[in-house]
C-alpha cells in the first residue's frame, strides 16, 4: 500500500471510533459470521488460545471498544502490584543525572540528561537515584575510550578537578583506559574498553559486592565488604577527562545486557510495554490475514504478500489498533522494544525485497492511522535506537549485527515520505547520521573473531641502511606466510565490503532527486542539511564535541564518492553531452557567482568582501555578474563590526551573495532577463540549483574560458565540492594518524628481529639471559600477531585500492578544478584556499599512506597526473593571484618535496619549456622578496648529486644512527635535474640583473645565518661551560642547527652557480662581478677561520654532540666551501683562476692554513702552548673515501699547491700602505671611490655592495648620484697642477 502522497485517498477523520448504531451498516459487506471470525482472529485474548466458535462471544465492530479494553486492562493491574513492589531506591521514578546540584567541574550534559561531555580536567557528575538496598544494575554506552572511571558514590564523596570517583572513600570506579579499578587505591582490574563498548555496572547491597561486566561479559568481583546501613546509598556516578564522552542508560531502554536478578534503576514501562506487545500481535495478525467476501472465508497470507486494498472492514479493525497503539509508539522504551523487534525480526526473516515490502507497509499504515506529529515522533525515535544499536553493537566475524541495523535503516529510508521526514528534522538535526557510515575498529582482536579469520599473521622485515628501508629477500616459510595471510586479509575485506555497500545505498536514498512528487526532492534536502554539516565543521563555531569526529569524516567521505559517482554516471548515460565522473571538476563560477555558501573560509586572493570591490568590474566583464550595491555595503559595515559576537551556530544561515546576470552573451528580451536572488541555503529551490531554460543555477556567471555544454546536474557538483572541502576538515590528518598502526607493527618487528639475533649470539651457559630474551621473544610475537590482524582491519576499512582510488579521483578532480579556473585570470583569486590544500595534500596521502600494500605507480594516468600536479605547483608558487601565507607556503613546500623524489622531479622536467623556466626565473627572484628558505631547498634539491663530495643521502657522522622518518624528503637519494640547471644557467647568463639581485640576496643571507649560528653556538657553549647545572632551551638548539643547515645550502647553491656560471663571478667586464667575488671571498674566508681552528669554538660545541645539534658537523660545511674554491682556483680558465687568486688573497681574513685543514694538516702550536694529544684526532677530507672520490681529493691537493705559491709570491711583492689609505669601512683594501656629490671615499668593493641595498652615503646619509675612481697620486698631481 503506498502512502498518502501516492495516491491512496484514505483520511483518519473517515473512521471515527463511535459506537452509535450507525457504525454497523458499514460493516455490511461482510456478513456476520466472517466479521465475528476475523475479529476474533485479530483479537484473540492473551490468556485463552483460539476458542471454539460456539463459546465465543460474537464480536463486531459495535462491541469491539469494549472486548479490546478488556483485552489491555489486566495490564494496569500488574503495573500497579510492580509499582508497590519498588524498594531499596530512593529518588524519582526516572532516573537521570543530577545537573543541579550533583556536580564537580565543567561538564556539557545533553538534553536527555543522560549524555554528559567532559569539558574539564577532570569532571564529576551523579545521577538523581540511589540504591541502598537489592541488586541493581544500569549501563555506560562508551563514546569515547580515554580516560574515565566509572562506578558509585555516597552523597557524602567530595571530588574536586584531580579527585574523582573510585579517589574517596565509599566510593568504587573501573577504568578502562588504564585497565584497573579504583577506591582510594588502585589494581589491575579487568579489560580495556573501546569507543562503542557498553559498560554494565552491578552493584549487590544484600551481600555487599560490586562488579562490572563489558558488552555482556563478566569482569569477576570488583569489591567486597561494601559499607551498608543506616545512611549509606549509593548513587551511579563517573569522572571523565577533557572531552570525553559517556551516555547512561539507567532503564528509560531496555538494557542491551540484562543480568538476571538484577533490577534496572529505573523501571521499565510494563503497563505499556504489555499492551504494547498486545497490540503488536493484534496488528501482525491483522497483517497475516485477509478478507474474501465472495467465498465468505479468511485468507492466510505471508506478511510480504498482504495487501491493503481498501475494504472497509480492515481499516475500521486497523484504526481501532491504532487508536490505542499510536500513543504508546511515542515512548523510547515502547519503540525500542516493541516496534524495533518487530522490523529487526522482519528483516531477519526474509528478503532484503521482502522486508523493504513489510516495512514500507508498516510505515504506510502509521502514516495513515496516527497524527504526523505522533509518527514524527516515532521514527525520531526509531532511528535513534537504530543509530544507538549499530554504533554500540560489538563486532562479530561476520558483521551480522552491523548488517541487520543498516538493512532495516535502509527500509526505514526506502519510504520516501519517512524519508524526507527523517532528512529535514532528524539525520542531521538531531542525531549524528554520520555514524551509520563509519564501520569501528576492534580493539579486541579476539572478540572481533579476527583470529579465526586470518589464523596466520605475517608482518615485513626491513632493514635501514642508509635512511632508506630495504627489504630483505623472501624465504619459502615467509613466502607461505604472507600469501596465507593476504587470503585472511582478502576474507576480511569482502565481509567489510557488504557493510560498505549498505551503507553506499544509504547515501543513494538520500540523493535520489527523482522523489518530488508532493514536495522537494530528497537531494536538495540533502544539500541543505549537507551544507550546514559542512559549516559546523569547519568554522568551529558550534558546539566543539559535537563536531564529527575524523575517523567517522573518512568513512563518509569514501561511501559519499561511491554514491556520487554512480548518479554521476548514471546521468551521464541519459545525456550523452554530459562528462563521465572520471572528467569531473568544479566549475570556476561557483566560486564567485555567490550560489554556494563558503562561510569564512579563505579565498586565494583573501577575504570573499575585499575580492567583491577590487574585482567587481572583472566580474561583470568576463562573467556578466553585478554585485549588489546594497551587498557590498553590507559585507563592508560587517568587516568594520569586529567586536560584535558571533550569531549561535543555530541561528546562522548560510546566505549567497546577491548577483544579477547582465549583458549576457545571448541576446534576451527584457521579460527574459534573469536575476539571481539571495537567498538562505534552506529557501533554495530544485530551480535555484538545477537551473530552467534562461537560468543556469549554481552555473550562473559562465566565464568565456568554459566549456557550454553541461557536466552534470548541478546538485551533483555542489555534492562534489563539498566531498573536496570534507577531506581538507579532518580527512587527510586522519589517513595519516592511522598509519601508526603500520609504525607500530615495523617497530615490534624490528624489536623482535633484533632479540632474534641476541637470541643467536648468546652463549648456552648464560641461561639467565636466554630466559628474558625467549621471554621478550614471546611478548613481541604476540604483540605482532596483534596488530597485524589489526592492520589487516585498517587496511580494509582505510588503506584498500578502493579508498586509494577514491583518494585518487578527489585528486584529479581538484587538478582539472583548479586548470579550469586558472583559465579565468584574474578571477581565480575567487577560488577557496582548500581546492589546492587537497590537491597537495590528496598526492602526499598516496605517496606515503597507502603503501608499501598499494602503490600510487599503478594507478591509472599515473604519470599524467604528476606532470599536471608538478605543472601547478611550478606555476602557482609564486602567482600573485594567491595572497595567503600559508597557502603560498603550502605551495612552496609542496614542490620542495616534489624535487626530492625522482619520479615527481622527472614530471617537472615534462612540463612544457615555457612554464619550466617561469619556474626557474621564479626560484631565482631575490630572496628577500619572500621566503627564502624553501626557495634555497629546491635549487640544493637540483644540485644534490652534482657537487663536491654531495653524493650523500646521510651524512657520514649520523649513519650509525636511526633516522626519525625515512622517508622525509631530505633522505632520499640524490636525483639533480640537468635540464632544470641548464635554465638556471641560461637566465642568469642573459638576464643582465637576474644574477647580481639574485646573488646578492643569496650572499646577504649566507652572511646573516652564519653569522646567527655563530652568534647561537656562542651561547650554547657558555651555558655548557658553566659549573652549575643549567640546561639549554632545545627551540635555540634547534634554530641554531636550522641556521647551520641554511648556511650549508647557501653555499651549495653558490657552488652551482659557479659551475654553471663561472664568469659571473670572473667576467670582470661585467659591472657587478669583481665585487660578487670579493664578497664571496670574504664569506668564505669567515667560515673557514670559524670552523677550521683547533680547538676553537666550534670544534668544542661539535664534540659535545648535544640532541638537537646532530647535524651539525665539520663535513658538510666545509665540502660546500672546497667545492666553491675548487671550482674558482682549478676548474677556471687561467685568467679567472689568477683573478680569484688575486682577490682571496687580498682579503685580510685569508689564512693558508685554513686551506691545510682540509687535508689533515693541524696548525702548527704557538709558542709556549702545550703540544696537542698525539692521540687527537684531525678532521680531513681524505678520511670520507666514501664521499670522496681520488680525483677530487687531487683538485683539492692541487689547490692547496697554487695557493701556497700564491701566497708566497704577493707576500714578497707587497708594500706597505699607510693606514690613512685604506677604505674607512673595511680597513683591508686602499681607497679607490669617490662618492658624488658628497666626496666621501672608500674603496670600489665595500661603495658597490652598499648600492646593491641602499643609496645612502655611509657618512653623511646624501643621495649618492655617482660612484667615480680615485687615485691619490693621479688626484695629487691634478690638485697641484691646478694650484
Same mark, same amino acid.
Given at each position: 500500500?503506498?502512502?498518502?502522497?501516492?495516491?491512496?485517498?484514505?483520511?483518519?477523520?473517515?473512521?471515527?471510533?463511535?459506537?452509535?448504531?450507525?457504525?454497523?451498516?458499514?460493516?455490511?459487506?461482510?456478513?456476520?459470521?466472517?466479521?465475528?471470525?476475523?475479529?476474533?482472529?485479530?483479537?484473540?485474548?492473551?490468556?485463552?488460545?483460539?476458542?471454539?466458535?460456539?463459546?465465543?462471544?460474537?464480536?463486531?465492530?459495535?462491541?469491539?471498544?469494549?472486548?479490546?479494553?478488556?483485552?489491555?486492562?489486566?495490564?494496569?493491574?500488574?503495573?500497579?502490584?510492580?509499582?508497590?513492589?519498588?524498594?531499596?531506591?530512593?529518588?524519582?521514578?526516572?532516573?537521570?543525572?543530577?545537573?543541579?546540584?550533583?556536580?564537580?567541574?565543567?561538564?556539557?550534559?545533553?538534553?536527555?540528561?543522560?549524555?554528559?561531555?567532559?569539558?574539564?580536567?577532570?569532571?564529576?557528575?551523579?545521577?538523581?537515584?540511589?540504591?541502598?538496598?537489592?541488586?541493581?544494575?544500569?549501563?555506560?554506552?562508551?563514546?569515547?575510550?580515554?580516560?574515565?572511571?566509572?562506578?558509585?558514590?555516597?552523597?557524602?564523596?567530595?571530588?574536586?578537578?584531580?579527585?574523582?570517583?573510585?579517589?574517596?572513600?565509599?566510593?568504587?570506579?573501573?577504568?578502562?583506559?588504564?585497565?584497573?579499578?579504583?577506591?582510594?587505591?588502585?589494581?589491575?582490574?579487568?579489560?580495556?574498553?573501546?569507543?562503542?563498548?557498553?559498560?554494565?555496572?552491578?552493584?549487590?547491597?544484600?551481600?555487599?559486592?560490586?562488579? $562490572?561486566?563489558?558488552?555482556?561479559?563478566?569482569?569477576?568481583?570488583?569489591?567486597?565488604?561494601?559499607?551498608?546501613?543506616?545512611?549509606?546509598?549509593?548513587?551511579?556516578?563517573?569522572?571523565?577527562?577533557?572531552?570525553?564522552?559517556?551516555?547512561?542508560?539507567?532503564?528509560?531502554?531496555?538494557?542491551?545486557?540484562?543480568?538476571?536478578?538484577?533490577?534496572?534503576?529505573?523501571?521499565?514501562?510494563?503497563?505499556?510495554?504489555?499492551?504494547?506487545?498486545?497490540?503488536?500481535?493484534?496488528?501482525?495478525?491483522?497483517?497475516?490475514?485477509?478478507?474474501?467476501?465472495?467465498?465468505?472465508?479468511?485468507?492466510?497470507?505471508?506478511?510480504?504478500?498482504?495487501?491493503?486494498?481498501?475494504?472497509?472492514?480492515?481499516?475500521?479493525?486497523?484504526?481501532?489498533?491504532?487508536?490505542?497503539?499510536?500513543?504508546?509508539?511515542?515512548?523510547?522504551?515502547?519503540?525500542?522494544?516493541?516496534?524495533?523487534?518487530?522490523?529487526?525480526?522482519?528483516?531477519?526473516?526474509?528478503?532484503?525485497?521482502?522486508?523493504?515490502?513489510?516495512?514500507?507497509?508498516?510505515?504506510?499504515?502509521?502514516?495513515?492511522?496516527?497524527?504526523?506529529?505522533?509518527?514524527?515522533?516515532?521514527?525520531?525515535?526509531?532511528?535513534?535506537?537504530?543509530?544507538?544499536?549499530?554504533?554500540?553493537?560489538?563486532?562479530?566475524?561476520?558483521?551480522?549485527?552491523?548488517?541487520?541495523?543498516?538493512?532495516?535503516?535502509?527500509?526505514?529510508?526506502?519510504?520516501?515520505?519517512?524519508?524526507?521526514?527523517?532528512?529535514?528534522?532528524?539525520?542531521?538535526?538531531?542525531?549524528?547520521?554520520?555514524?551509520?557510515?563509519?564501520?569501528?575498529?576492534?580493539?579486541?582482536?579476539?572478540?572481533?573473531?579476527?583470529?579465526?579469520?586470518?589464523?596466520?599473521?605475517?608482518?615485513?622485515?626491513?632493514?635501514?641502511?642508509?635512511?632508506?628501508?630495504?627489504?630483505?629477500?623472501?624465504?619459502?616459510?615467509?613466502?607461505?606466510?604472507?600469501?596465507?595471510?593476504?587470503?585472511?586479509?582478502?576474507?576480511?575485506?569482502?565481509?567489510?565490503?557488504?557493510?560498505?555497500?549498505?551503507?553506499?545505498?544509504?547515501?543513494?536514498?538520500?540523493?535520489?532527486?527523482?522523489?518530488?512528487?508532493?514536495?522537494?526532492?530528497?537531494?536538495?534536502?540533502?544539500?541543505?542539511?549537507?551544507?550546514?554539516?559542512?559549516?559546523?565543521?569547519?568554522?568551529?563555531?558550534?558546539?566543539?564535541?559535537?563536531?564529527?569526529?575524523?575517523?567517522?569524516?573518512?568513512?563518509?567521505?569514501?561511501?559519499?564518492?561511491?554514491?556520487?559517482?554512480?548518479?554521476?554516471?548514471?546521468?551521464?548515460?541519459?545525456?550523452?553531452?554530459?562528462?563521465?565522473?572520471?572528467?569531473?571538476?568544479?566549475?570556476?563560477?561557483?566560486?564567485?557567482?555567490?550560489?554556494?555558501?563558503?562561510?569564512?573560509?579563505?579565498?586565494?586572493?583573501?577575504?570573499?568582501?575585499?575580492?567583491?570591490?577590487?574585482?567587481?568590474?572583472?566580474?561583470?566583464?568576463?562573467?556578466?555578474?553585478?554585485?549588489?550595491?546594497?551587498?557590498?555595503?553590507?559585507?563592508?559595515?560587517?568587516?568594520?563590526?569586529?567586536?560584535?559576537?558571533?550569531?549561535?551556530?543555530?541561528?546562522?544561515?548560510?546566505?549567497?551573495?546577491?548577483?544579477?546576470?547582465?549583458?549576457?552573451?545571448?541576446?534576451?528580451?527584457?521579460?527574459?532577463?534573469?536575476?539571481?536572488?539571495?537567498?538562505?541555503?534552506?529557501?533554495?529551490?530544485?530551480?535555484?540549483?538545477?537551473?530552467?531554460?534562461?537560468?543556469?543555477?549554481?552555473?550562473?556567471?559562465?566565464?568565456?574560458?568554459?566549456?557550454?555544454?553541461?557536466?552534470?546536474?548541478?546538485?551533483?557538483?555542489?555534492?562534489?565540492?563539498?566531498?573536496?572541502?570534507?577531506?581538507?576538515?579532518?580527512?587527510?590528518?586522519?589517513?595519516?594518524?592511522?598509519?601508526?598502526?603500520?609504525?607500530?607493527?615495523?617497530?615490534?618487528?624490528?624489536?623482535?628481529?633484533?632479540?632474534?639475533?641476541?637470541?643467536?649470539?648468546?652463549?648456552?651457559?648464560?641461561?639467565?639471559?636466554?630466559?628474558?630474551?625467549?621471554?621478550?621473544?614471546?611478548?613481541?610475537?604476540?604483540?605482532?600477531?596483534?596488530?597485524?590482524?589489526?592492520?589487516?582491519?585498517?587496511?580494509?576499512?582505510?588503506?584498500?585500492?578502493?579508498?586509494?582510488?577514491?583518494?585518487?579521483?578527489?585528486?584529479?578532480?581538484?587538478?582539472?578544478?583548479?586548470?579550469?579556473?586558472?583559465?579565468?585570470?584574474?578571477?581565480?583569486?575567487?577560488?577557496?584556499?582548500?581546492?589546492?590544500?587537497?590537491?597537495?595534500?590528496?598526492?602526499?596521502?598516496?605517496?606515503?599512506?597507502?603503501?608499501?600494500?598499494?602503490?600510487?605507480?599503478?594507478?591509472?594516468?599515473?604519470?599524467?597526473?604528476?606532470?599536471?600536479?608538478?605543472?601547478?605547483?611550478?606555476?602557482?608558487?609564486?602567482?600573485?593571484?594567491?595572497?595567503?601565507?600559508?597557502?603560498?607556503?603550502?605551495?612552496?613546500?609542496?614542490?620542495?618535496?616534489?624535487?626530492?623524489?625522482?619520479?615527481?622531479?622527472?614530471?617537472?622536467?615534462?612540463?612544457?619549456?615555457?612554464?619550466?623556466?617561469?619556474?626557474?626565473?621564479?626560484?631565482?627572484?631575490?630572496?628577500?622578496?619572500?621566503?627564502?628558505?624553501?626557495?634555497?631547498?629546491?635549487?640544493?634539491?637540483?644540485?644534490?648529486?652534482?657537487?663536491?663530495?654531495?653524493?650523500?643521502?646521510?651524512?657520514?657522522?649520523?649513519?650509525?644512527?636511526?633516522?626519525?622518518?625515512?622517508?622525509?624528503?631530505?633522505?632520499?637519494?640524490?636525483?639533480?635535474?640537468?635540464?632544470?640547471?641548464?635554465?638556471?644557467?641560461?637566465?642568469?647568463?642573459?638576464?643582465?640583473?637576474?644574477?647580481?639581485?639574485?646573488?646578492?640576496?643569496?650572499?646577504?643571507?649566507?652572511?646573516?645565518?652564519?653569522?646567527? $649560528?655563530?652568534?647561537?653556538?656562542?651561547?650554547?657553549?657558555?651555558?655548557?661551560?658553566?659549573?652549575?647545572?643549567?640546561?639549554?632551551?632545545?627551540?635555540?638548539?634547534?634554530?641554531?642547527?636550522?641556521?647551520?643547515?641554511?648556511?650549508?645550502?647557501?653555499?651549495?647553491?653558490?657552488?652551482?652557480?659557479?659551475?654553471?656560471?663561472?664568469?659571473?663571478?670572473?667576467?670582470?667586464?661585467?659591472?657587478?662581478?669583481?665585487?660578487?667575488?670579493?664578497?664571496?671571498?670574504?664569506?668564505?674566508?669567515?667560515?673557514?677561520?670559524?670552523?677550521?681552528?683547533?680547538?676553537?669554538?666550534?670544534?668544542?660545541?661539535?664534540?659535545?654532540?648535544?640532541?638537537?645539534?646532530?647535524?651539525?658537523?665539520?663535513?658538510?660545511?666545509?665540502?660546500?666551501?672546497?667545492?666553491?674554491?675548487?671550482?674558482?682556483?682549478?676548474?677556471?680558465?687561467?685568467?679567472?683562476?689568477?683573478?680569484?687568486?688575486?682577490?682571496?688573497?687580498?682579503?685580510?681574513?685569508?689564512?693558508?692554513?685554513?686551506?691545510?685543514?682540509?687535508?689533515?694538516?693541524?696548525?702548527?702550536?704557538?709558542?709556549?702552548?702545550?703540544?696537542?694529544?698525539?692521540?687527537?684526532?684531525?678532521?680531513?677530507?681524505?678520511?670520507?673515501?666514501?664521499?670522496?672520490?681520488?680525483?677530487?681529493?687531487?683538485?683539492?691537493?692541487?689547490?692547496?699547491?697554487?695557493?701556497?705559491?700564491?701566497?708566497?709570491?704577493?707576500?714578497?711583492?707587497?708594500?706597505?700602505?699607510?693606514?690613512?689609505?685604506?677604505?674607512?669601512?673595511?680597513?683591508?683594501?686602499?681607497?679607490?671611490?669617490?662618492?658624488?656629490?658628497?666626496?666621501?671615499?672608500?674603496?670600489?668593493?665595500?661603495?658597490?655592495?652598499?648600492?646593491?641595498?641602499?643609496?645612502?652615503?655611509?657618512?653623511?646619509?646624501?643621495?649618492?648620484?655617482?660612484?667615480?675612481?680615485?687615485?691619490?697620486?693621479?688626484?695629487?698631481?691634478?690638485?697641484?697642477?691646478?694650484?
Amino acid at each position: 500500500m503506498a502512502s498518502k502522497e501516492g495516491g491512496m485517498a484514505f483520511s483518519r477523520k473517515s473512521y471515527k471510533l463511535t459506537s452509535d448504531a450507525e457504525k454497523s451498516r458499514v460493516t455490511g459487506i461482510v456478513h456476520e459470521k466472517l466479521l465475528n471470525d476475523y475479529l476474533h482472529r485479530v483479537f484473540s485474548s492473551p490468556d485463552h488460545g483460539p476458542a471454539a466458535a460456539t463459546s465465543r462471544k460474537p464480536l463486531n465492530f459495535q462491541n469491539l471498544p469494549e472486548h479490546l479494553d478488556q483485552l489491555l486492562h489486566v495490564d494496569d493491574e500488574e503495573e500497579e502490584e510492580s509499582q508497590e513492589q519498588v524498594e531499596g531506591r530512593l529518588g524519582p521514578s526516572t532516573v537521570v543525572l543530577d545537573h543541579t546540584g550533583g556536580f564537580e567541574g565543567l561538564l556539557l550534559v545533553d538534553d536527555d540528561l543522560l549524555g554528559v561531555i567532559g569539558h574539564s580536567n577532570f569532571g564529576t557528575i551523579r545521577s538523581t537515584t540511589c540504591v541502598y538496598k537489592g541488586k541493581w544494575i544500569y549501563e555506560v554506552l562508551i563514546s569515547s575510550q580515554g580516560l574515565m572511571q566509572i562506578g558509585w558514590c555516597t552523597i557524602n564523596c567530595r571530588f574536586n578537578q584531580e579527585e574523582g570517583v573510585g579517589d574517596t572513600h565509599n566510593s568504587y570506579a573501573y577504568d578502562g583506559n588504564r585497565v584497573r579499578k579504583w577506591n582510594v587505591t588502585t589494581t589491575n582490574y579487568g579489560k580495556a574498553w573501546a569507543a562503542g563498548d557498553i559498560v554494565s555496572c552491578l552493584i549487590d547491597l544484600d551481600e555487599g559486592t560490586l562488579s $562490572f561486566s563489558l558488552n555482556g561479559v563478566s569482569l569477576g568481583t570488583a569489591f567486597e565488604n561494601l559499607s551498608r546501613g543506616l545512611g549509606m546509598a549509593y548513587f551511579p556516578a563517573i569522572s571523565l577527562s577533557f572531552k570525553e564522552s559517556v551516555a547512561f542508560n539507567f532503564g528509560s531502554r531496555p538494557l542491551r545486557y540484562p543480568v538476571a536478578g538484577y533490577r534496572p534503576l529505573q523501571d521499565p514501562p510494563s503497563a505499556d510495554l504489555a499492551r504494547a506487545q498486545r497490540l503488536l500481535g493484534c496488528f501482525r495478525a491483522a497483517l497475516s490475514v485477509e478478507l474474501d467476501p465472495v467465498e465468505g472465508r479468511l485468507v492466510e497470507k505471508e506478511t510480504s504478500e498482504w495487501r491493503l486494498q481498501g475494504q472497509p472492514t480492515i481499516l475500521l479493525t486497523l484504526a481501532h489498533i491504532f487508536h490505542h497503539f499510536a500513543p504508546l509508539l511515542r515512548e523510547v522504551y515502547v519503540v525500542e522494544a516493541v516496534l524495533m523487534s518487530f522490523l529487526l525480526g522482519v528483516v531477519e526473516a526474509g528478503s532484503p525485497e521482502q522486508a523493504q515490502t513489510v516495512v514500507h507497509q508498516v510505515l504506510d499504515l502509521l502514516w495513515l492511522f496516527m497524527e504526523d506529529y505522533e509518527v514524527q515522533d516515532c521514527l525520531k525515535q526509531l532511528l535513534m535506537s537504530l543509530l544507538r544499536l549499530y554504533r554500540f553493537s560489538p563486532i562479530v566475524p561476520d558483521l551480522s549485527l552491523q548488517i541487520r541495523y543498516l538493512r532495516l535503516t535502509i527500509a526505514i529510508l526506502s519510504h520516501q515520505k519517512s524519508r524526507k521526514f527523517l532528512l529535514s528534522n532528524v539525520l542531521f538535526d538531531v542525531l549524528r547520521s554520520v555514524v551509520f557510515f563509519y564501520i569501528k575498529s576492534p580493539l579486541r582482536v579476539e572478540e572481533a573473531g579476527l583470529q579465526e579469520l586470518i589464523p596466520t599473521t605475517w608482518w615485513p622485515h626491513r632493514s635501514p641502511r642508509e635512511g632508506k628501508e630495504e627489504v630483505k629477500e623472501e624465504t619459502s616459510e615467509e613466502r607461505l606466510r604472507r600469501r596465507a595471510y593476504e587470503r585472511g586479509c582478502q576474507r576480511l575485506k569482502k565481509r567489510i565490503e557488504v557493510v560498505e555497500e549498505l551503507q553506499v545505498q544509504i547515501l543513494k536514498l538520500l540523493l535520489n532527486n527523482k522523489d518530488d512528487n508532493g514536495g522537494e526532492a530528497s537531494r536538495y534536502i540533502f544539500l541543505t542539511k549537507f551544507r550546514k554539516f559542512l559549516q559546523e565543521n569547519a568554522s568551529g563555531r558550534g558546539n566543539t564535541p559535537m563536531l564529527c569526529p575524523p575517523e567517522y569524516m573518512v568513512c563518509f567521505l569514501h561511501r559519499l564518492i561511491s554514491a556520487l559517482r554512480f548518479y554521476w554516471d548514471e546521468y551521464k548515460a541519459s545525456n550523452p553531452r554530459t562528462s563521465f565522473s572520471e572528467e569531473a571538476y568544479v566549475p570556476p563560477q561557483i566560486f564567485y557567482n555567490g550560489k554556494v555558501d563558503y562561510f569564512d573560509l579563505q579565498r586565494l586572493g583573501g577575504l570573499l568582501s575585499h575580492l567583491r570591490k577590487t574585482l567587481k568590474d572583472d566580474l561583470a566583464s568576463k562573467a556578466n555578474i553585478l554585485i549588489d550595491p546594497l551587498e557590498l555595503q553590507a559585507t563592508t559595515m560587517d568587516d568594520l563590526d569586529e567586536d560584535e559576537e558571533p550569531a549561535p551556530a543555530a541561528a546562522q544561515v548560510p546566505r549567497t551573495a546577491a548577483v544579477t546576470l547582465m549583458t549576457p552573451r545571448r541576446p534576451l528580451s527584457a521579460s527574459e532577463k534573469v536575476k539571481v536572488r539571495t537567498l538562505s541555503a534552506e529557501q533554495r529551490t530544485r530551480e535555484d540549483i538545477e537551473g530552467s531554460q534562461w537560468n543556469e543555477g549554481l552555473l550562473v556567471g559562465r566565464p568565456p574560458e568554459e566549456p557550454d555544454q553541461p557536466l552534470t546536474e548541478n546538485s551533483l557538483l555542489e555534492v562534489l565540492d563539498g566531498a573536496v572541502m570534507m577531506y581538507n576538515l579532518s580527512v587527510h590528518q586522519q589517513l595519516g594518524k592511522m598509519v601508526g598502526v603500520s609504525d607500530d607493527v615495523n617497530e615490534y618487528a624490528m624489536a623482535l628481529r633484533d632479540t632474534e639475533d641476541k637470541l643467536r649470539r648468546c652463549p648456552k651457559r648464560r641461561k639467565d639471559i636466554l630466559a628474558e630474551l625467549t621471554k621478550s621473544q614471546k611478548v613481541f610475537s604476540e604483540k605482532l600477531d596483534h596488530l597485524s590482524r589489526r592492520l589487516a582491519w585498517v587496511h580494509a576499512t582505510v588503506y584498500s585500492q578502493e579508498k586509494m582510488q577514491d583518494i585518487y579521483w578527489l585528486l584529479r578532480v581538484c587538478l582539472r578544478t583548479i586548470e579550469h579556473g586558472d583559465r579565468t585570470g584574474s578571477l581565480f583569486a575567487f577560488m577557496p584556499e582548500f581546492y589546492l590544500s587537497v590537491a597537495i595534500n590528496s598526492y602526499s596521502a598516496l605517496k606515503n599512506y597507502f603503501g608499501p600494500v598499494h602503490s600510487m605507480e599503478e594507478l591509472p594516468g599515473y604519470e599524467e597526473t604528476l606532470t599536471r600536479l608538478a605543472a601547478i605547483l611550478a606555476k602557482h608558487f609564486a602567482d600573485t593571484r594567491i595572497v595567503g601565507t600559508d597557502i603560498r607556503d603550502s605551495l612552496m613546500q609542496a614542490l620542495a618535496s616534489y624535487v626530492c623524489y625522482p619520479n615527481s622531479l622527472r614530471a617537472v622536467e615534462r612540463i612544457p619549456e615555457e612554464q619550466r623556466i617561469a619556474m626557474v626565473k621564479n626560484l631565482l627572484a631575490p630572496y628577500e622578496q619572500r621566503p627564502w628558505a624553501q626557495t634555497n631547498w629546491i635549487l640544493v634539491r637540483l644540485w644534490r648529486g652534482c657537487g663536491f663530495g654531495y653524493r650523500y643521502t646521510r651524512l657520514p657522522h649520523l649513519l650509525k644512527t636511526k633516522p626519525e622518518d625515512a622517508s622525509l624528503p631530505s633522505l632520499q637519494k640524490p636525483c639533480p635535474s640537468t635540464l632544470l640547471q641548464q635554465h638556471m644557467a641560461d637566465l642568469l647568463r642573459e638576464g643582465s640583473d637576474v644574477a647580481p639581485s639574485f646573488l646578492n640576496s643569496v650572499l646577504n643571507q649566507l652572511n646573516w645565518a652564519f653569522s646567527e $649560528f655563530i652568534g647561537m653556538i656562542q651561547e650554547i657553549h657558555q651555558a655548557a661551560e658553566r659549573l652549575e647545572r643549567n640546561f639549554v632551551d632545545s627551540r635555540q638548539l634547534k634554530v641554531c642547527a636550522t641556521c647551520f643547515d641554511l648556511s650549508v645550502s647557501l653555499l651549495r647553491v653558490l657552488e652551482m652557480t659557479i659551475t654553471l656560471v663561472p664568469e659571473i663571478f670572473l667576467d670582470w667586464a661585467r659591472p657587478t662581478s669583481e665585487m660578487l667575488l670579493r664578497r664571496l671571498a670574504q664569506l668564505l674566508n669567515q667560515v673557514l677561520n670559524r670552523v677550521t681552528a683547533e680547538r676553537n669554538l666550534f670544534d668544542r660545541v661539535v664534540t659535545l654532540r648535544l640532541p638537537g645539534l646532530e647535524s651539525v658537523d665539520h663535513y658538510p660545511i666545509l665540502v660546500a666551501v672546497t667545492g666553491i674554491l675548487v671550482r674558482l682556483l682549478v676548474h677556471g680558465p687561467a685568467s679567472g683562476t689568477e683573478k680569484a687568486t688575486s682577490v682571496l688573497l687580498a682579503d685580510p681574513c685569508f689564512q693558508l692554513r685554513s686551506i691545510s685543514y682540509l687535508l689533515g694538516q693541524p696548525e702548527p702550536p704557538a709558542p709556549g702552548t702545550a703540544l696537542p694529544a698525539p692521540d687527537r684526532k684531525h678532521f680531513s677530507l681524505q678520511s670520507y673515501t666514501d664521499y670522496i672520490n681520488v680525483e677530487e681529493l687531487a683538485q683539492v691537493e692541487q689547490m692547496l699547491a697554487h695557493l701556497t705559491s700564491a701566497s708566497a709570491q704577493a707576500a714578497a711583492a707587497s708594500l706597505p700602505t699607510s693606514e690613512e689609505d685604506l677604505c674607512p669601512i673595511c680597513y683591508a683594501h686602499p681607497i679607490s671611490a669617490v662618492f658624488q656629490p658628497c666626496g666621501h671615499k672608500s674603496c670600489k668593493a665595500c661603495i658597490d655592495q652598499h648600492l646593491m641595498n641602499n643609496k645612502d652615503c655611509f657618512f653623511c646619509k646624501a643621495t649618492i648620484v655617482s660612484v667615480e675612481d680615485w687615485d691619490k697620486a693621479a688626484n695629487a698631481s691634478a690638485t697641484s697642477s691646478a694650484a
